[in-house]
């Protein structure tokens, strides 16, 4: 079976969303869990699950052969392949210079021999669970002592930095945001402004990306408001429109504005913050 073509526009129009339609209306949850060389235990990863989420596959969940596992989980599919090459056309490496939080980022892409793939397919459910289930399966596959990263939302995060962040918001029943979606910092101004915005609420979610221009608010400050934000989109499963507003208390009414990205490719919803 070929993993990748889980997302492709080869299906007919009654099976599986096309690629097209997976990125205008989201649905497309997938990563790349980089390794040092073309070595993963699945009956590890197996393992694994159920240490670390308490997660139990048996042979009615699961089907592979030497380098493939099909699972199903809680009404949904997802497909873990290993592949002895790295991730085609550069896109690890290139994505790992968006990182600013990981200064090893590209040396780790750059050394990467093999890749495992996860896609995971909703099957109907919401795109908030399969979210978080393929947080888990990225968590445990990079317990893992070849993996080096994990290549998604557009980034390359660092093993610690994903699996911490996972236990930290599933542990404590929060959305892991920020294992699913990247926020971008940016200064503008000359440094006096901050501007950030996200990557992953379209195409996994489909939402319109967000963005910030020009906050006087500190990196701290900025990043938890979009995390908030983001969370908010995802778990309510809301649209935020032009013209309307948006706040976490009864005073607060930040307006929302639509139009094209200042970084991104088409057009994000903006908040004054």
């Keep these: 079976m070929g993993i990748r073509d889980f997302f492709g526009n080869h299906k007919k129009p009654d099976e599986e969303k096309s690629a097209s339609e997976i990125k205008e209306k989201g649905g497309l949850f997938a990563a790349s869990v980089l390794l040092s060389e073309a070595k993963f235990s699945f009956e590890q990863f197996v393992s694994d699950l159920k240490a670390d989420w308490d997660i139990t596959l048996d042979s009615e969940d699961t089907a592979h052969d030497r380098d493939t596992m099909v699972?199903?989980?809680d009404g949904m599919?997802?497909?873990?392949s290993?592949?002895?090459?790295?991730?085609?056309?550069?896109?690890a490496e290139s994505n790992a210079q968006t990182n600013y939080r990981w200064p090893g980022a590209v040396k780790a892409a750059q050394k990467h021999k093999a890749h495992l793939f996860i896609a995971m397919l909703p099957k109907g459910q919401p795109f908030a669970?399969?979210?978080?289930?393929?947080?888990?399966?990225?968590?445990s596959a990079l317990g893992q002592e070849t993996a080096v990263a994990v290549n998604t939302a557009g980034t390359v995060f660092a093993p610690d930095f994903y699996i911490d962040y996972a236990r930290l918001y599933l542990d404590n029943d929060m959305y892991p945001v920020m294992n699913l979606v990247f926020f971008g910092l940016y200064?503008?101004?000359?440094?006096?402004?901050?501007?950030?915005?996200t990557y992953g609420l379209k195409p996994s979610f489909g939402k319109d990306e967000i963005e910030v221009l020009d906050s006087a608010y500190?990196?701290?400050e900025l990043l938890e408001f979009m995390t908030d934000v983001?969370?908010?989109?995802?778990?309510?499963?809301?649209?935020?429109?032009?013209?309307e507003t948006i706040g976490f208390s009864e005073e607060q009414k930040l307006p929302i504005t639509k139009s094209p990205s200042a970084v991104l490719d088409g057009e994000t919803v903006k908040i004054k913050f």
Excluded: Q, W
């Design 71 to 73: 699972i199903h989980i």
């Design 218 to 220: 500190s990196p701290g």
């Design 129 to 139: 669970e399969a979210g978080i289930a393929l947080v888990r399966l990225c968590a």
């Design 187 to 197: 200064s503008n101004d000359g440094g006096k402004t901050l501007c950030s915005y």
């Design 230 to 243: 983001a969370a908010y989109v995802i778990e309510s499963d809301v649209v935020l429109r032009d013209g």
């Design 77 to 80: 599919m997802a497909a873990v």
């Design 82 to 91: 290993l592949f002895p090459a790295p991730v085609p056309n550069g896109e």
